[in-house]
C-alpha cells in the first residue's frame, strides 16, 4: 500500500509540473510573449501613448510658424529657424514625426499579426472577452490607419518625376529602422489612401458605435470609460479628413468629385450623430467647452489631452 501511495505521488507531481513551474521574472522576449495577454494587450495602449497630447507643438500650433502664417515668438524656436533656414539636421522634427508614426504602426501590426490579438484571451468571462478583443481588434486597425494618415498629410505629395507619393505601406510587425529590415519603397498616393481606408472599414466592423453609457449595458467595458479610444464616431471623421485631403486640388488633379462628396457624407454622419443621438442624451450645444467631457460638441475624439494656457502667448505680438 505504501509502494502504492508513493507511486501516486509521483504521477501527481508529473502532472502537475506546469502549473508548479515558476513563471519568468518578467523577461518577455519574441519567443515568450504570446504567454502574456497583458503584453499583447499593451500593444495597443502603446500605440496611444505615442499620440501628441498638447496642440501648442510644433506638431500643430507651431507648425503654421514653418509658412507665413504665424510667427514664433522665441528665435531659438525649431519651425522659425526652418523658415529662416537655420535649422539643422539634429534638430530635424520631422525625422522625429517620421520614427514616432512608424513605431505606432509596428505595434498596431504585431497585434493584428496573425490575428494575435483577437485570438488571446484576455479575461476569464468569455462574454466580456469577446467585447474586449473585438474594441482591441478595432482600435488596432484605427490607430494603423491614423498613423498612416498622419504620414500622408506630412509627406504625401509629388515625387522627382511628377508622380503623387505617399509613405512606404508596412502591414507586418517590421521595425523598419532595422538595418537588417530591407528596402522600403514608397507607395502611389493613392495606394496609401487606398489603404487607410481600408483599414478604417476593418475598425469599422469591431468598434462599438459610439463611447457612450446610453449605448451599452456593460459599461465596465464599454461607454465612458473607453474615453479617448476610438470608436465608429472617430473613425467616420478620420474618413471625412482622408477624403478631404484626396478632394484637394492638390492631390485630385481630376477634379473627382466623389472625394468631395464622401467627404461631405462621413463628416454628415458625425455631425448628425452630435446633434440628434447625443441631443437626446443630454447634449448641450450651449455648454461650456470642457476637454474632460466625452460628449462635447467640440470633441469628437482626443488623445489624453494636456491641459495648458500658454497658447495664446506662442506667437507675436508679445
Not at 488633379?253 to 448628425?272: C, F, G, I, T
Request: glycine fraction near 6%; charged fraction near 25%; hydrophobic fraction near 40%.
Amino acid at each position: 500500500m505504501k509502494r502504492l501511495f508513493l507511486v501516486f505521488i509521483c504521477s501527481a507531481a508529473v502532472s502537475c509540473s506546469d502549473i508548479l513551474d515558476p513563471l519568468p521574472n518578467g523577461h518577455y522576449t519574441d519567443g515568450n510573449y504570446e504567454n502574456y495577454p497583458s503584453v499583447i494587450r499593451g500593444f495597443i495602449d502603446k500605440g496611444y501613448s505615442l499620440l501628441p497630447t498638447t496642440y501648442a507643438g510644433n506638431e500643430y500650433a507651431y507648425l503654421e510658424c514653418a509658412t507665413d502664417n504665424a510667427v514664433a515668438r522665441e528665435r531659438t524656436q525649431v519651425m522659425r529657424r526652418l523658415a529662416t533656414g537655420s535649422l539643422t539636421q539634429a534638430d530635424d522634427p520631422f525625422a522625429a514625426w517620421w520614427g514616432r508614426d512608424y513605431e505606432g504602426i509596428y505595434y498596431a501590426n504585431r497585434f493584428l499579426h496573425n490575428d494575435l490579438g483577437f485570438n488571446t484571451r484576455f479575461l476569464t468571462d468569455r462574454e466580456a472577452d469577446d467585447v474586449l478583443r473585438r474594441n482591441l481588434q478595432g482600435e488596432a486597425y484605427a490607430l494603423r490607419a491614423w498613423w498612416q494618415y498622419d504620414l500622408l498629410r506630412k509627406w504625401g505629395g509629388r515625387g522627382t518625376d511628377g508622380r503623387l507619393l505617399g509613405f512606404p505601406i508596412v502591414l507586418e510587425p517590421v521595425d523598419v529602422f532595422d538595418a537588417d529590415a530591407g528596402s522600403f519603397e514608397r507607395a502611389t498616393y493613392e495606394e496609401c489612401v487606398k489603404q487607410i481606408l481600408d483599414d478604417c472599414d476593418r475598425a469599422l466592423e469591431y468598434l462599438p458605435e459610439a463611447n457612450r453609457d446610453w449605448l451599452t449595458t456593460n459599461t465596465n467595458l464599454e461607454g465612458a470609460i473607453r474615453w479617448h479610444r476610438f470608436d465608429q464616431l472617430s473613425v467616420k471623421a478620420l474618413k471625412a479628413l482622408v477624403y478631404l485631403q484626396w478632394a484637394s486640388p492638390a492631390f485630385n488633379p481630376d477634379n473627382d468629385l466623389s472625394r468631395w462628396e464622401n467627404a461631405a457624407k462621413y463628416a454628415a454622419e458625425v455631425m448628425d450623430f452630435k446633434l440628434t443621438q447625443d441631443g437626446a442624451h443630454g447634449f448641450d450645444p450651449a455648454a461650456a467647452f470642457a476637454w474632460t467631457d466625452p460628449n462635447s460638441p467640440e470633441i469628437i475624439w482626443s488623445s489624453d489631452y494636456s491641459k495648458g494656457s500658454t497658447l495664446e502667448k506662442l506667437f507675436y505680438p508679445a
